[in-house]
Every structure is written in C-alpha cells, then in structure tokens.
C-alpha cells in the first residue's frame, strides 16, 4: 500500500501527520501538486509535481494508484474515482469515503455545485479546526492498523 496526497490544497497540520506516519510506518507518502512543496528528509516521503491546469494532480494520482492504495483528499469527485479503482480515500477532516457514502457525497456536491451557479450563497467549509484534525488522525491510524500498516520502525 501506498499513501497518495492531493498537496494542493491539504493543510499543512494533516501534511505533517502524514509525514509522521509516513516514517513511523515505512508507508510510501507521495504528495502530488501543481507547485513546489517541501517535504522532510526522508525515504518514504516523496513529492511529484505536475503541470498547472485542472484536474492534472487528481489525473496523475489516478494514473498511478494501483488496488489498495489510500488517497488523502477533500476532493469528492477525485475520492470517488479512487474508489471505482479499488483504492481507499479519507478527506482531511477525518471522513473514509466507501462504496456506501462517496456516491451520495458526490450527488449533494452537484447539487450544491447547481446551486451556487444559479447565483444562490451556499457558504463554504469552516476553516480546519483542532477536533478535525484529530479526527483525521485517528481515521488514519484506525485505518491503517485495519490494513496491518502500523508497523512501527
């Protein structure tokens, strides 16, 4: 198993988490974005930059996501091609998208998508907070302790 971020936009408090299990574990971490990132010395930890334009980072993570491989990303229509995949995928608040939860995830995210096109406010995502990013934390490591990925170094 491999560990894929969508870098772009992932806050730098679940970037760091990530970096932590990346090195505890010995699980490949590869954070994929449009511009430079830096990432801590390390060999499990690795940084791929695509070219500008929509949807190349979510591409080239779908390209090279092989069965089983986990997708860190608040992106719903990226999660769910993960998924149709065989891969696993946890946004950085904490929720593991399933088979059973991305496809209604999906359909309210067009039809909030409609909303907002039409002109009506729909507000947005409050900003990342303590209990989400502990959240996300214990999402992470219940998963990977479920997959037998919490071998310590």
Partial sequence: MQIWVDADACPKAI????FRVAVRTGITTTLVANQYLST???RFIQFLQVKSGY?????????RLTMGDL?????IPLASQVI???GHAINPRGELYTPDNIKERLNMRDFMDTLRSSGIDTGGFDALNS???Q???NQLDKFLTQQGGMKTR
């Fill in 84 to 86: 149709d995949k065989g």
């Fill in 55 to 63: 949807d190349v980072a979510d591409n080239e993570i779908v390209n």
């Fill in 131 to 133: 209990r989400d990013i």
């Fill in 71 to 75: 997708v860190i990303t608040g992106d």
């Fill in 40 to 42: 801590p010395p390390s």
């Fill in 15 to 18: 970037k760091d988490i990530l």
């Fill in 135 to 137: 959240a996300f934390a």
